[in-house]
C-alpha cells in the first residue's frame, strides 16, 4: 500500500470515528445564527442587513473551534513522531498537506453547507447568499491552514488551542476583510470577481507555503519533546 | 529473515538539555547480535539518547553513524517504539498497525495472534486495557524489517506471558543479525545484555 493510501485511509477513519468533531462546530453556528435575532432584533430587514456578516464570522470562529487540536492526540500519542520515521522517502510537508485536505473536506465542508439554512434563518437575499458561499468555499482553505498552522506552532504548550489561534490571528484578518468586501458588493449589487479572485489567490498561497512551515513547526516539537 | 551486519557507532556525544548536561563525550559501538540496557535515574537522558539515535532529537556534539554512515542515510534501518502510546485511541487495533507497518491484513493478522491479541483485531485501542494497548504497539516488532531496534520502556505494563514473549522475540532479532537498545526500570531475566549507566557526569 502506497505511504499516500496509508495515510488517507487512516485519515478517513479517524473523522469516521471522532463523528462529534464535525458535528459540534455545526452545532456552534447554528446556535450562533439562532441567538443573533433573539438577541439583536427580529427585524428582518436589519437581519438580512447583517446576516451574511454574521454567518461569516461564526463559520470562522466554529472552523477555529475543530482545527485548533488538529494535530494534537498525533501528538500526545506519539503517532506524529512515527510520521517522520516511517515516511522517510516522503517530504513532511506532503503528508501535512493531505492531512490539511481531509481535515478541510471532512470538517470543514459540511460546515459550509449548512450557511444556506443560516442564510435562511436570518433572511439573507439569495444573491448576497450565493456569494457567502463561494466566499467560504475559496477563504476557507486558507484559514483551515492558517489554524492549522497555529495548531502546530503550539502543539508543546498545555494550553494550545486559544494561543494557536492569537498567534495567527494576523493572517485572518486580511481573508475576514477581503471577504467582508465582496459580501458588501454583493449586497450593492457591483462587481464581485476581483475580490474573489485576490481571495482565492490567498487560499493558493496559503496551501503552497503554509504545509511547509506545519512541518517545521512539527519537527520543532518533537524535536524538543520526550 | 537474516539481517547484513550492521553496525551502530556513537562517538563523543554529548547532550544538553535546559541548561542540564545528560551526558558527555559518550561513546560506544554496538554490533550484530548485541543488546544493550540503557540504565539510569530518572531524568538521566535514556529516552534523549534513544531519540537522538532514532533520528528524532538531534545530534548537538558528537556523530552518530551506521556501518559508517551518518545516521540521515539510514534511518529506515531502525525501528524506534517510544514510551508514549504509539497507538491511535480511536483507530482499531488492527488499522492501527496496517498504517504503522503498511503491510496487509494476513500479516498485521499473524502478528496480533503473536502478542496474544488475537479476537481484538477490531476493538478500538480505547476500549483495551494499557498492556493490551502495549502489545498492540509491540506487534510493530513482529512486522518489522528493520535490524535496529530502539525500545524505550518496552516492558511498562506488560504482564510475565507477555514479558517472557518480549524477550524471546528480542532473542530471536539479534539471533537473526538485528541489534536492540532498550531502557527499563525491571530487568529482563531471560536476555543477555549489557548495561550502560548514564547519569554520572561529575
Sequence with gaps: MSIEKRMLARELKLAAARPGDIFKPMWFLMLVISMVPLALSP??????????????????????????????????????????LLFLD??????????????????????????????????????????????????????????????????????????????????????????????????DGSEILPLMALLGAFSLVAATLVPIAVSAAIRLNIGGSN | MIFEPVSLNISQVSCERDDRLLFHNLSFALRSGDILRVAGPNGAGKTTLLRMIAGLFEVQDGVITIDQEPLSERRHQVLYIGHKPQVSRDLTVIDNLKFLTGFDEPVVKQALIDVGLRGYHDSLVKELSQGQGRRCALARLWCSEAPIWIL?????????????????????????GGLCLFTTHQLPQSLNFETLELGRVD
Design chain 2, 152 to 176: 524505550d520502556e518496552p516492558y511498562t505494563a506488560l504482564d510475565v506471558t507477555m514479558v517472557e514473549t518480549l524477550d524471546r522475540k528480542i532473542n530471536a532479532h539479534v539471533a537473526q
Design chain 1, 90 to 187: 516522503r517530504p513532511l510537508a506532503w503528508l501535512v498537506g493531505l492531512k490539511l485536505i481531509v481535515h478541510w473536506l471532512f470538517h470543514v465542508v459540511p460546515l459550509i453547507c449548512i450557511t444556506p439554512i443560516a442564510g435562511l434563518m436570518l433572511s439573507v437575499p439569495t444573491d448576497v447568499l450565493i456569494a457567502l458561499l463561494m466566499t467560504l468555499v475559496v477563504a476557507t482553505p486558507a484559514l483551515t491552514c492558517f489554524s492549522g498552522l497555529g495548531a502546530a506552532l503550539t502543539l508543546g504548550s498545555s494550553r494550545s488551542g486559544i494561543l494557536g489561534v492569537l498567534v495567527m490571528m494576523p493572517l485572518f484578518v486580511p481573508v475576514v476583510i477581503l471577504a467582508a468586501g465582496v459580501l458588501i458588493r454583493a449586497t
Design chain 1, 43 to 84: 427585524d428582518s430587514v436589519l437581519l438580512a442587513d447583517i446576516g451574511s456578516a454574521m454567518i461569516w464570522v461564526a463559520t470562522l470562529l466554529a472552523l477555529l473551534l475543530n482545527t485548533e487540536h488538529l494535530f494534537q492526540s498525533d501528538f500526545s500519542d506519539g503517532v506524529l513522531e512515527q510520521w517522520l
